[in-house]
């Protein structure tokens, strides 16, 4: 059975990649899930800050796609808490509904964001590309 367009094969590399996604909007965060698990990556999710720096620590994500507005710990605690058990060896892709995002992500050393609302089709080639850089 062929794969679907765009689905990640399984010797492309990127099937064995974690992403993290923390999003406190539940909808979206599993929206979001499913369209990556439908692309074939492996994927865990928080809903907050402090869940975020957990699974992250247990777990070693190859990317983190952070929404920068969450409760208890904001996306640039995250950042901060990414960066300081990772140094650069982690990838960040910020979601962001200020007008500010390419600012705010520089802020953190994130390779790339999306603004919300944000095309489905363009979460998941940024994904691939984060993945590949």
């Given at each position: 059975m062929d794969s679907p367009p765009n689905a990640i094969s399984g010797d492309s590399g990127l099937a064995d990649?974690?992403?993290l996604i923390?999003?406190?909007d539940a909808d979206l965060r599993q929206t979001i899930q499913w369209m990556l698990e439908d692309e074939g990556f492996a994927v865990e999710t928080a809903g907050d800050g402090r869940e975020a720096l957990d699974r992250a620590v247990r777990k070693k994500p190859s990317l983190v796609?952070?929404?920068m507005g969450l409760p208890i710990i904001?996306?640039?605690?995250?950042a901060e808490g990414l960066h300081a058990?990772?140094?650069d060896g982690i990838k960040?892709?910020?979601l962001t509904a200020d007008g500010r995002a390419a600012e705010k992500s520089k802020r953190i050393g994130a390779i790339g964001y999306l603004n919300k609302p944000f095309d489905l089709?363009?979460?998941i080639t940024a994904v691939q590309e984060a993945l590949t850089m």
């Amino acid at each position: 059975m062929d794969s679907p367009p765009n689905a990640i094969s399984g010797d492309s590399g990127l099937a064995d990649k974690l992403v993290l996604i923390v999003e406190d909007d539940a909808d979206l965060r599993q929206t979001i899930q499913w369209m990556l698990e439908d692309e074939g990556f492996a994927v865990e999710t928080a809903g907050d800050g402090r869940e975020a720096l957990d699974r992250a620590v247990r777990k070693k994500p190859s990317l983190v796609i952070l929404d920068m507005g969450l409760p208890i710990i904001d996306g640039f605690g995250v950042a901060e808490g990414l960066h300081a058990t990772y140094g650069d060896g982690i990838k960040i892709l910020t979601l962001t509904a200020d007008g500010r995002a390419a600012e705010k992500s520089k802020r953190i050393g994130a390779i790339g964001y999306l603004n919300k609302p944000f095309d489905l089709d363009a979460l998941i080639t940024a994904v691939q590309e984060a993945l590949t850089m």
